[in-house]
C-alpha cells in the first residue's frame, strides 16, 4: 500500500462494517448449526420464483446475509473490512450503508434479469465497495496473495473484465457473476451520476441553445474567492473548483453539497460549455 496508508488495518471498525459482519456471522451460525437454516435459505435467498412470482421483495436484501460456505463468508467480510473501512471514514456511515445496500439490491436484480438463479451472499455489494475504492483512490497498491503489488485501479479492471465475459458466457458455476457485475455497475453508476448528468444535460443544452444570450451575463461572481476577471482565469477557477466539487460528491453524494456548492456547480458548469474549447466533462 502506498502513501502510507492502509486498507484500515490499524483503526478501529466503523459501525456499519461492524455491524454488517456480526449481522452476517449471526446468521451464518443459525444457518449452518441450527435446525433452521433451510428454512432461513427457502424465505431470504434470492430467487427468481420468491421475487417475481411469490413477490419476496425483501429476498434482495436478506440474500446480502446469506452465504453457503465458511469461505464464502470469510472471503467476503474480509474484502468488506480491507476496502469498506476507509470508505465509511471518508463518506460516512449513513452514507456509506445507502451505497452498499443500492449496489446490493442493484446486483440482486441484475442476477434476476440475466442468470435467474437463486443466489445468496454479500458479494455483490462488497464488489460496488471495491469499485468505489477504485474509483476513489485508484493508485493504492493492494498486495495479491500477500505478495505481488498491483494497484487497485488495474486490479479491478481485470476483475470487472473476468466478470464481465464470465456474465456473457456459458453459466456453469456456483458464482453469481451477474450479481458481481451488477454491484460494480450500479456503483459505477451512482458515484459518477452527477458528472454524467452534467455531461448529459450541456449536451442537450448546447443543442437547443439559441444564439444571443451569453451565459455569462447573469453569471455571479465571487469578490474574494471568485474568479479573476479574464476570460482564461475564469475558465482555470471554475475547472478548480467543479473538480473539487465533483471529487467531494465521490466522497459525501449529492446531497451533502451546500446549497452554494450546488449553485457553484451548475453555474460553472454553465460557464464552462459556454466558453472552454475543451468542454467541461
Given at each position: 500500500m502506498n502513501q502510507g496508508r492502509g486498507f484500515g488495518l490499524n483503526t478501529n471498525l466503523p459501525p456499519a462494517i461492524k455491524n454488517i459482519i456480526y449481522a452476517n456471522v449471526v446468521v451464518f451460525i443459525l444457518t449452518e448449526f441450527t435446525p433452521w437454516g433451510s428454512v432461513l435459505y427457502s424465505q431470504f435467498a434470492l430467487s427468481y420464483y420468491g421475487v417475481v412470482e411469490q413477490f419476496k421483495i425483501w429476498q434482495l436484501v436478506s440474500y446480502m446475509f446469506l452465504h453457503g460456505g465458511f469461505w464464502h463468508i470469510f472471503l467476503n467480510m474480509f474484502v468488506l473490512w480491507m476496502f469498506g473501512t476507509e470508505l465509511e471514514y471518508e463518506w460516512g456511515t449513513n452514507e456509506f450503508l445507502k451505497y452498499y445496500?443500492?449496489?446490493?439490491?442493484?446486483?440482486?436484480?441484475?442476477?434476476?434479469?440475466?442468470?435467474?438463479?437463486?443466489?445468496?451472499?454479500?458479494?455483490?455489494?462488497?464488489?460496488?465497495?471495491?469499485?468505489?475504492?477504485?474509483?476513489?483512490?485508484?493508485?493504492?497498491?493492494?498486495?495479491?496473495?500477500?505478495?505481488?503489488?498491483?494497484?487497485v485501479k488495474y486490479l479491478m479492471g481485470f476483475l470487472a473484465a473476468v466478470t464481465f465475459?464470465?456474465?456473457?458466457?456459458?453459466?456453469?458455476?456456483?458464482?453469481?457473476?451477474?450479481?458481481?457485475?451488477?454491484?460494480?455497475?450500479?456503483?459505477?453508476?451512482?458515484?459518477?451520476?452527477?458528472?454524467?448528468?452534467?455531461?448529459?444535460?450541456?449536451?442537450?443544452?448546447?443543442?437547443?441553445?439559441?444564439?444571443?444570450?451569453?451565459?455569462?451575463k447573469n453569471m455571479h461572481f465571487h469578490p474574494g474567492g471568485g474568479p479573476g476577471g479574464s476570460e482564461d482565469e475564469k475558465i482555470e477557477y471554475y475547472r478548480r473548483k467543479i473538480d473539487e466539487l465533483l471529487d467531494k460528491i465521490n466522497r459525501v453524494g449529492y446531497m451533502n453539497l451546500s446549497d452554494e456548492e450546488k449553485k457553484l456547480l451548475d453555474e460553472g458548469s454553465r460557464y464552462l460549455r459556454e466558453h472552454d474549447n475543451e468542454n467541461f466533462n
Amino acid at each position: 500500500m502506498n502513501q502510507g496508508r492502509g486498507f484500515g488495518l490499524n483503526t478501529n471498525l466503523p459501525p456499519a462494517i461492524k455491524n454488517i459482519i456480526y449481522a452476517n456471522v449471526v446468521v451464518f451460525i443459525l444457518t449452518e448449526f441450527t435446525p433452521w437454516g433451510s428454512v432461513l435459505y427457502s424465505q431470504f435467498a434470492l430467487s427468481y420464483y420468491g421475487v417475481v412470482e411469490q413477490f419476496k421483495i425483501w429476498q434482495l436484501v436478506s440474500y446480502m446475509f446469506l452465504h453457503g460456505g465458511f469461505w464464502h463468508i470469510f472471503l467476503n467480510m474480509f474484502v468488506l473490512w480491507m476496502f469498506g473501512t476507509e470508505l465509511e471514514y471518508e463518506w460516512g456511515t449513513n452514507e456509506f450503508l445507502k451505497y452498499y445496500f443500492i449496489t446490493g439490491i442493484g446486483g440482486g436484480i441484475l442476477n434476476i434479469l440475466i442468470a435467474g438463479e437463486s443466489t445468496v451472499g454479500a458479494s455483490a455489494a462488497v464488489y460496488g465497495v471495491m469499485i468505489a475504492y477504485a474509483l476513489i483512490h485508484p493508485n493504492r497498491l493492494v498486495y495479491v496473495y500477500f505478495l505481488f503489488p498491483v494497484k487497485v485501479k488495474y486490479l479491478m479492471g481485470f476483475l470487472a473484465a473476468v466478470t464481465f465475459f464470465s456474465t456473457i458466457g456459458p453459466q456453469n458455476s456456483n458464482i453469481a457473476h451477474a450479481a458481481h457485475l451488477g454491484g460494480m455497475l450500479i456503483g459505477f453508476i451512482y458515484l459518477k451520476f452527477w458528472k454524467i448528468h452534467y455531461a448529459v444535460k450541456g449536451f442537450f443544452q448546447d443543442s437547443l441553445k439559441k444564439g444571443g444570450s451569453s451565459v455569462h451575463k447573469n453569471m455571479h461572481f465571487h469578490p474574494g474567492g471568485g474568479p479573476g476577471g479574464s476570460e482564461d482565469e475564469k475558465i482555470e477557477y471554475y475547472r478548480r473548483k467543479i473538480d473539487e466539487l465533483l471529487d467531494k460528491i465521490n466522497r459525501v453524494g449529492y446531497m451533502n453539497l451546500s446549497d452554494e456548492e450546488k449553485k457553484l456547480l451548475d453555474e460553472g458548469s454553465r460557464y464552462l460549455r459556454e466558453h472552454d474549447n475543451e468542454n467541461f466533462n
